[in-house]
T-cell receptor, first 108, second 115 residues
Framework: RKEVEQDPGPFNVPEGATVAFNCTYS??????FFWYRQDCRKEPKLLMS???SGNEDGRFTAQLNRASQYISLLIRDSKLSDSATYLC?????????FGQGTELSVKP | DAGITQSPRHKVTETGTPVTLRCHQT?????MYWYRQDPGHGLRLIHY???????DKGEVSDGYSVSRSKTEDFLLTLESATSSQTSVYFC??????????????FGPGTRLTVL
């Protein structure tokens, strides 16, 4: 079992839609997580950190469910510019463990 | 902009040749990392550094060495490149976030092709 697993997608949604990504992790002792966004042929860019209490930043909401060992990312009111690959990341003492990413395509 | 540059940005080389990739940061952060990204595997940690001359192995360190003689530079060397090392290489730095966990920011990447 991979340490961090994501549905690779692609998720094809219309503009304005709400889309949710889930990610599961195997290390029950893991404490911290991130969501990164990666555009085609570009570097990953930090989207948001995920904390136990949840984290909201504008249209983006991240949640952590320790009991079920999953992290979620919710994007409301999708924009064309949200099209990218979203990477779920487990931080293990400074060493980042990446999921393979979920591809999102927002269509007009 | 996290102040990270990588050089070269693109390189094509032949099997068996040595290759050195450079990562440079402008902000004197202590921790630096090298990752590779391949289809089907996501990003994987190769080596990291926690200070000048202080380095350690990551998940996929075989065939790679690193050096850090100055805070701002972290070098990744492929002693004898193989086709399996064709990949995109990303450097990252760890930046204090003001919360419990530091955040990592990535350089623009180096696309390496080994023929």
């Amino acid at each position: 079992r991979k340490e961090v697993e994501q549905d690779p997608g692609p998720f094809n949604v219309p503009e304005g839609a709400t889309v949710a990504f889930n990610c599961t992790y195997s290390n029950s002792a893991s404490q911290s997580f991130f969501w990164y966004r990666q555009d085609c042929r570009k570097e990953p860019k930090l989207l948001m950190s995920v904390y136990s209490s949840g984290n909201e930043d504008g249209r983006f909401t991240a949640q952590l469910n320790r009991a079920s060992q999953y992290i979620s990312l919710l994007i409301r009111d999708s924009k064309l510019s949200d099209s990218a690959t979203y990477l779920c990341v487990n931080n293990q003492g400074g060493k980042l463990i990446f999921g393979q990413g979920t591809e999102l395509s927002v269509k007009p | 902009d996290a102040g990270i540059t990588q050089s070269p940005r693109h390189k094509v080389t032949e099997t068996g040749t040595p290759v050195t990739l450079r990562c440079h940061q402008t902000e004197n952060h202590r921790y630096m990392y090298w990752y590779r990204q391949d289809p089907g595997h996501g990003l994987r940690l190769i080596h990291y550094s926690y200070g000048v001359k202080d380095t350690d192995k990551g998940e996929v360190s075989d065939g790679y060495s690193v050096s850090r003689s100055k805070t701002e530079d972290f070098l990744l060397t492929l002693e004898s490149a193989t086709s399996s090392q064709t990949s995109v290489y990303f450097c990252a730095i760890s930046v204090p976030s003001g919360r419990a966990v530091d955040e990592q920011f990535f350089g623009p990447g180096t696309r390496l092709t080994v023929l």
